[in-house]
């Protein structure tokens, strides 16, 4: 016997070997469909009896396996089934004899057969016979399971049969010698009579009727035939049927322990009658030994049914443990023959399944392992393949995975040996898949992403170039393709420089006829390799989402509870809703993108080929909006470092994007990669708002760009500048040309501005423009142009801490609070003179101060919107940055003042400082123009009106006011009067040689004495003589020898109440010598009180005084009008009683007459 049945388990000692065959033409759909149907009867329960018949089918068998029947009769064909067509009359008697001679083949076996005809009608038809059933069609066979059942009762009645012939020869009886096929040849000569003989021929007897009893259903008498076989084989050393006894002993209790099979599919087996109970099982004993009952026990019908027969059955049955060591016994006495091997094979498969059922893995590959070595002489190809599949199989069900794929390999590798003429590189291939979970492989790229590597590289790699290559053969380059993209992508930290310069060139010959692809590639037998997405080529380490650009980005008013807040939660915090909200910080973003603008995503990516890596089409794969993604063409040079990547892409909707990942394309194999499969990138979320689209606007300025780059504090970002160089005072004007280039109207627009720079003092405003003209212009549509126009004037502070006039210090206040001269013109010029000696003094860093040129920056902003974006609430911001390069012009060096001839007027006195390198004129209100050359200083004297400054309430708290307030209250209100001054004076500079002009602002120089002298004092006095008032050096007339009348009005301008005062007219006479006289009684007389009294005048009101004088002689006399020193006027300031000077001037009647 040559060929192995490797599906052999235990539990087939106990079944009846039946074939099934056709004979004639019978197509192979319809004999399986006929022959599933037969095989359906694998157990059929007797009538008559509590006992069970199992059935193996076979639909090939090789004759010579048969002659091992009497060996053991599982072995021998006991049943033939023959399929065949008919469908003509006259073919019957052909088919008749094919079926005759097949039955001669398994003839001196066979216990019955039948032949089952398909197709014929007629009178042969409907003739009853026992042997043969007609059917008029495959699918008309019905009763065929009933013809097979009948068919197995015949098979259990001829068994049954030989079983009791052979249970009641008698040991006195002449028993005949069974031998195996290779044993005849041996044993002629020998002696018959012999005791050695007889006991051989009893024991061999004893072991086939155990085999019969066994196959009867009759477990509890095999156990005892194979026990007393054992005994009689053991003692006459006849070791092939001692170990097939030891395996019949190990079979019958396999199958009274393992009820459910052995086998890798077990058949569900009904539960004999006979059957001990599993709790016998449990109550034998570890180790127990054969024991053997008595042979007068047994009877025609088996071991009489008593209260022992239970025990006898423990007894006799091995405990699982003892099932193994004979086993092992059995299979020692089968190695010593060379012709048993099949038999050897066999009982080793037998007891690696049992061994795996009690999960005794170690113990099972001692078996395999001493299966690999038996030599089975010449195998065919076919007959290798099956033995190393199966031991794979073997493998495999212990637990041994990779020893597994080792033989499943080497079945793989047999099936394309060079000696066969048509290799099977289709069964080459499907056995190469069904190693890899043995090598810890697997076909989805997934399960490599996560953890550490499995297995050993080197093995795998090799597989993989076999899959490779069997693919190639097989003439499927698209599964060539995938396994080797699966390869590069799997195994690339494993690859040598010179293995991936291979693989990728591999990759690339394969993919120029059949492209990679992203699609499932699906095997005939509807196995699903999944896409594999080339992630490390290149290799990406992070992913970043980017913002927009500052004048791109949509803006919105947020919500007072924040942007992650609903506001209708009553609860001003919830734990619910924050960690709702932690959830989604990973995902989701906080800036958004706008629908129809380009946006960005940034990727760090690392090249680990040693070569310069090409990749193509590298774009975004979003979901959640329309997107419109442009892909990019980038190469990386061998081994980079960490390189940049920008993909970019247009959002066509709005809504909630989802970036998942990017595509790519390298070595002609289409890739998407998920950035949730890419294991350590570091992602700062995946989910944009994308909100309606906006118009976008774009600014160009008639002024070159600023050289230098504006680094607003506040975070503010430029999208432009410029930049101009003014004197300080000049007015520019700015022309901003204002371009809508995007696809939506431009419908609202707002301008604001802010200063950068706040070291440096401002006098008035720095830009100032008019929006009435731009506004008349909207909306603006795609692509229109609409200009707008900027005034930038810069008023930095005139005034400077050096004096520059040192020889003008007699009189006066300056900026230091020193003395000031009298008003009258001098200069001092720069230069080597004599009156600029004391200037040349000042060190080197005082004159550097006067043509230092300060900086100012400022953004002005605009805020625009319109189109879907302006209904749901957003706008975008565009700031233009202003770098403004301030000379110095003019600088007031010192300022004061001198009372005018009225009390109404006062002299302002100004120092004025040329910084500039050219010739400037500057002018002020109803004055000549005062020329200054380079350098040079001059004073000017300008005659004002004194001011009426509105003063502040006073507040009611004002006590409760805190300091930084009181100041900020007194900034404002001198910025105000210093403003109003300003407006009254008008000082204007001008260079005529490069025909700039601009205006000069006096706010920093005032201090707080010169404010008081320029402020009118809140309590007016006015003196009239006839009526006429007296506040100038023009001398009122009056007729000497009559009255004139004298009036004294207050007007109170305070916030207070004032009074009472008294005040007294004193005349006296100057004789322009410096000598008054006093002592006019002779001259001058009152008509009535020289003295005036005024009651209290409330805020807002005023009060007059009359009196008259009576001027004797004529002349000149002055009126010096004295206040009392009383406790109401020593409350307020000296400046409060500034009474005008009174000039009177009597004349003769005759004169006065001429006049």
């Not at 004048?551 to 609903?566: A, E, T, V």
């Not at 909306?779 to 040192?806: H, R």
């Not at 009535?1088 to 004797?1112: H, M, P, Q, R, W």
Request: net charge negative; charged share 20%.
């Amino acid at each position: 016997m040559s060929v192995p049945d490797y599906m052999q388990c235990a539990e087939d000692h106990q079944s009846l070997l039946v074939i099934v065959q056709p004979v004639g033409i019978v197509p192979d759909e319809q004999f399986f469909k006929i022959y599933k149907k037969i095989a359906a009867a694998n157990q059929v329960n007797l009538q008559d009896s509590q006992r069970v018949l199992y059935i193996r089918y076979r639909h090939h068998y090789p004759p010579e396996n048969n002659e091992w029947g009497d060996f053991q009769t599982h072995r021998k064909v006991v049943g033939l089934i023959a399929v065949t067509e008919c469908c003509n009359a006259k073919d019957w008697p052909q088919t008749s004899e094919k079926f005759h001679l097949r039955k001669e083949i398994y003839g001196s076996t066979l216990y019955d057969s039948r032949l089952f005809v398909f197709g014929l009608h007629g009178e042969i038809a409907e003739q009853p016979r026992t042997d043969v059933a007609f059917y008029p069609s495959y699918d008309e066979c019905e009763t065929i399971e009933k013809k097979v059942e009948d068919f197995i009762e015949s098979l259990f009645i001829v068994l049954e049969s030989k079983r009791l012939d052979r249970a009641t020869d008698k040991s006195g009886d002449k028993i005949q010698l069974l031998c195996v096929p290779f044993e005849k040849k041996d044993f002629v000569g020998l002696d018959t009579d012999s005791r050695h003989y007889k006991k051989r021929c009893q024991g061999r007897m004893r072991k086939h009727v155990g085999d019969l009893c066994l196959q009867a259903g009759m477990l509890q008498d095999a156990l005892v035939h194979y026990h007393m076989a054992v005994e009689l084989l053991r003692s006459v050393n006849d070791f092939l049927w001692l170990g097939a006894a030891l395996e019949g002993l190990c079979s019958s209790s396999v199958i009274y322990h393992y009820p459910s099979g052995t086998g890798s599919k077990p058949a569900v087996r009904r539960a004999c009658s006979m059957g001990l109970p599993s709790e016998a099982g449990r109550r034998h004993r570890h180790g127990a030994q054969e024991v053997l009952i008595d042979p007068g026990a047994l009877t025609t019908n088996g071991i009489s049914a008593d209260t022992s027969a239970e025990i006898g059955r423990a007894k006799n049955c091995l405990s699982p443990e003892d099932i193994i060591d004979k086993y092992k016994e059995a299979i020692s006495y089968f190695g010593k023959y060379k012709n048993a091997g099949v038999i050897e094979l066999e009982a080793c498969v037998k007891a690696v399944r049992v061994l795996a059922i009690q999960k005794r893995s170690m113990e099972a590959s001692e078996f395999l392992q001493n299966a690999v070595y038996i030599n089975l002489g010449q195998l065919s190809e076919e007959e290798k393949i099956q033995r190393y599949s199966i031991l794979s199989e073997l493998y495999d069900l212990i637990g041994f995975h990779r020893k597994s794929a080792f033989f499943k390999r080497v079945a793989a590798m047999q099936c394309v040996t060079p000696s066969i003429v048509d290799p099977g590189w289709k069964a080459c291939y499907k056995l190469l898949l069904e190693t890899l979970h043995g090598y810890s492989l697997s076909l989805d790229p997934q399960d490599f992403s996560k953890g550490t590597h499995k297995g050993w590289p080197a093995v795998q790699m090799r597989l993989l170039h076999e899959l490779v290559y069997a693919s190639r053969r097989m003439g499927n380059p698209a599964l060539a393709v995938r396994h080797l993209s699966f390869l590069l992508q799997t195994m690339l930290d494993f690859l040598s420089d010179q293995e991936k310069k291979e693989v990728s060139q591999s990759l690339e010959n394969y993919t120029a006829k059949c492209p990679g692809t992203m699609e499932v590639v699906t095997l005939p037998d509807d196995v699903k390799l999944p896409p594999v997405p080339l992630t490390k080529l290149p290799i990406v380490r992070s992913a970043k989402l980017l913002n927009l650009p500052p004048n791109l980005r949509p803006l919105k008013i947020r919500n007072i509870l924040g942007p992650n807040i609903s506001s209708k939660s009553p609860f001003i915090y919830s734990p619910i809703i924050a960690h709702h909200r932690g959830e989604e910080k990973g995902k989701k973003i906080d800036f958004q993108w706008v629908q129809g603008d380009v946006c960005e995503v940034q990727l760090m990516v690392y090249n680990p080929m040693p070569f310069e890596l090409r990749v193509e089409n590298m774009g975004l794969l979003v979901s959640g909006v329309e997107f419109e993604s442009l892909p990019a063409a980038l190469s990386l040079p061998a081994e980079s470092g960490l390189y940049p990547v920008t993909l970019v892409g247009v959002p066509r909707t709005s809504g909630h994007i989802n970036v998942n990942g990017y595509q790519t394309s390298v070595f002609g194999v289409s890739s998407d990669c998920l950035l949730e499969n890419l294991s350590g990138v570091k992602v700062n979320g995946c989910t944009v708002e994308v909100v309606p689209a906006l118009p976008r606007l774009q600014i160009t300025t008639s002024l070159p760009r600023s050289a230098q780059t504006l680094v607003p504090l506040s975070g503010d970002e430029i999208f432009s500048s410029a930049s101009v160089q003014l004197f300080n005072g000049e007015l520019q004007q700015l022309t901003i040309k204002l371009e809508n280039i995007g696809t939506e109207p431009l419908e609202t627009l707002e301008i604001s501005a802010k200063n950068l720079n706040d070291k440096e003092k401002l006098n008035g405003d720095f830009l100032t423009w008019t929006l009435e003209e731009l506004l008349s212009q909207l909306p603006l549509e795609s692509g229109k142009v609409a200009y707008f126009t900027l005034n930038i004037q810069v008023k930095l502070d005139f005034s400077c801490q050096e004096s520059l006039l040192q020889d003008l210090n007699d009189d006066g206040i300056s900026l230091a609070g020193l003395p000031l001269p009298s008003p009258f013109r001098q200069n001092g010029k720069l230069g080597s003179d004599s009156k600029s000696a004391n200037f040349n003094s000042v060190d080197t860093n005082s004159k550097s101060e006067y043509n230092h040129v300060k900086t100012l920056e400022a953004i002005l902003n605009f805020k625009y919107s319109g189109g879907p974006g302006h209904s749901e609430g957003y706008h975008r911001n565009l700031s233009l940055g202003l770098h403004v390069d301030v000379e110095p012009s003019v600088f007031f060096t010192r300022v004061s003042t001198l009372p005018a001839t009225s009390t109404r007027k006062c002299h302002l006195l100004l120092d004025v400082f040329n910084s500039t390198e050219h010739e400037l004129t500057i002018s002020a209100k109803n004055n000549e123009d005062l020329i200054l050359h380079a350098g040079e200083c001059q004073r000017m004297a300008i005659q004002v009106n004194k001011f009426k400054f509105e003063t502040l309430p006073a507040s009611s708290k004002v006590g409760e006011m805190c300091a930084e307030n009181q100041r900020q209250i007194e900034e404002e209100r001198n910025h105000a009067q210093a403003t109003e001054i300003n407006s009254k004076l008008n000082i204007k500079w001008k260079i005529p040689s490069l025909k700039r002009e601009g205006e000069a602002s006096v706010e920093g120089v005032l201090n707080q004495l010169v404010r008081e002298h320029l402020q009118l004092a809140p309590l007016q006095w006015d003196v009239l003589v006839s009526g006429k008032p007296c506040d100038c050096d023009v001398a009122v007339e009056c007729q000497a020898g009559e009255p004139t009348s004298l009036e004294v009005k207050l007007t109170n301008q305070s916030k207070r109440t004032v009074g009472p005062f008294a005040l007294t007219v004193i005349p006296y006479q100057d004789y322009q010598n410096g000598v008054h006289n006093n002592d006019l009684g002779h001259a001058v007389t009152s008509i009535g009180s020289n003295t005036f009294y005024i009651d209290a005048v409330k805020s807002s009101e005023d009060f007059v005084c009359s009196g008259a004088l009576l001027f004797l002689y004529a002349g000149d006399y002055y009126l010096n009008i004295k206040f009392h020193d009383d406790n109401s006027s020593r409350e307020l300031p000296l400046s409060w009683f500034c009474l005008p000077s009174v000039h009177v001037r009597a004349m003769d009647p005759a004169q006065h007459t001429m006049f």
